[in-house]
């Protein structure tokens, strides 16, 4: 069992920045590899990133490319989006999962933290 938190949504203006963070407890962190996802209301979840296990390699939805930074500290087992240039329609729930496989596919993804809103005013 791999539990995940995210923390650091919030409200914030077009243009601004905020950095979630995913707190990994239970079975090895460096066992997976981390995407996050976001659901905005009446939309179906959506990939917005991931991160392979140890070497980094990083993997983005076209929507959030240069703009959004997704990193992990396997030291602190903890995954990170760092949102640049937010925009109104970044608002969603944002959640951080766990899956063996590259794949942006939400039902491959095997553990879910319970969300983070992000709201985004323009």
């Known amino acids: 069992q791999l539990e995940l938190v995210e923390s650091g949504g919030g409200l914030v203006q077009a243009g601004d920045s905020l950095r979630l963070s995913c707190a990994a407890s239970g079975r090895s962190f460096t066992n997976w590899r981390m995407g996050w996802f976001r659901q905005a209301p009446g939309k179906e979840r959506e990939f917005v990133a991931h991160i392979s296990r140890v070497d980094m390699t990083t993997y983005y939805a076209d929507s959030v490319k240069g703009r959004f930074t997704i990193s992990r500290d396997n030291a602190k087992n903890t995954v990170y989006l760092q949102m640049d240039s937010l925009k109104p329609e970044d608002t969603a729930v944002y959640y951080c999962?766990?899956?063996?496989?590259?794949?942006?596919?939400?039902?491959?993804?095997?553990?879910w933290g319970q969300g983070t809103q992000v709201t985004v005013s323009s």
């Open positions: 999962a766990a899956t063996d496989i590259p794949t942006t596919v939400p039902t491959e993804y095997v553990y």
